[in-house]
């Protein structure tokens, strides 16, 4: 289980700096132009995914943020601070995976609710973050396929036969094969 969410945080770093680098071609206008889906615009979906993902890390990581990472729903106004700013929260999770152990992932998250603090296990923090992530990614891979940009690949892109399809991003990010899939190669 924890090479898979290891696996699972790292595939999650290339898929949305693939999709970031996409959405980073439209222009302002088109970033929030009003299309079809829960948030309303691309800007708003992306934002929406790193303020979330702001809001599990940090309690992932025993944290204090709760509540308050909400108080701005979209953070970033452009696309070239949005990037970096979830580029450092996908790396902030790739090193809470790194650090599980088999006795941690039952150990309780403690997440700010509103109304309410609400236990839950590593383990299911994780899958829904995971779960929560591929859910709103794909809203904005719809949305941007209403663009002149291409939607980037993002389903097929982790098999062992494709490596060098993705190389050259791997590099751009400073991860390789061996970092992601050690042993298990």
């Known amino acids: ?5 290891r696996h699972q945080a790292y595939c999650n770093l290339w898929s949305n700096h693939r999709l970031l680098e ?3 071609r439209l222009s302002v206008a088109e970033l929030q132009a009003r299309r079809s889906s829960f948030f309303p615009s ?7 995914i790193l303020v979330v993902d702001a809001y599990y890390i940090d309690a992932l ?12 729903e979209t953070p970033h106004a452009r696309i070239d601070t949005l990037l970096p700013a979830q580029e450092m ?4 999770l790739i090193a809470v995976c790194d650090e599980l152990k088999p006795s941690t992932l039952a150990d309780n998250v403690t997440l700010e609710r509103a109304d309410r603090r609400q236990l839950e296990p590593a383990h299911r923090v994780l899958a829904h973050l995971f779960v929560h ?8 891979h719809a949305m941007l396929s209403e663009t ?3 939607p980037p690949q993002l389903d097929e892109f982790f098999l062992l036969d494709e490596a060098p ?9 400073g991860i390789s094969e061996a970092q992601v899939w050690g042993a298990l190669r």
């Open 22 to 24: 996409a959405c980073a």
């Open 61 to 72: 990581e025993g944290g204090t943020l709760g509540q308050r990472a909400f108080e701005d």
């Open 89 to 92: 929260l996908d790396r902030r």
């Open 1 to 5: 289980m924890i090479q898979h969410f």
């Open 42 to 48: 691309i800007h708003a979906t992306l934002n929406h």
């Open 165 to 173: 399809l993705r190389q050259a991003e791997f590099e751009a990010l």
């Open 133 to 140: 992530q591929t859910h709103h990614r794909g809203q904005v």
């Open 148 to 150: 002149d940009v291409a």
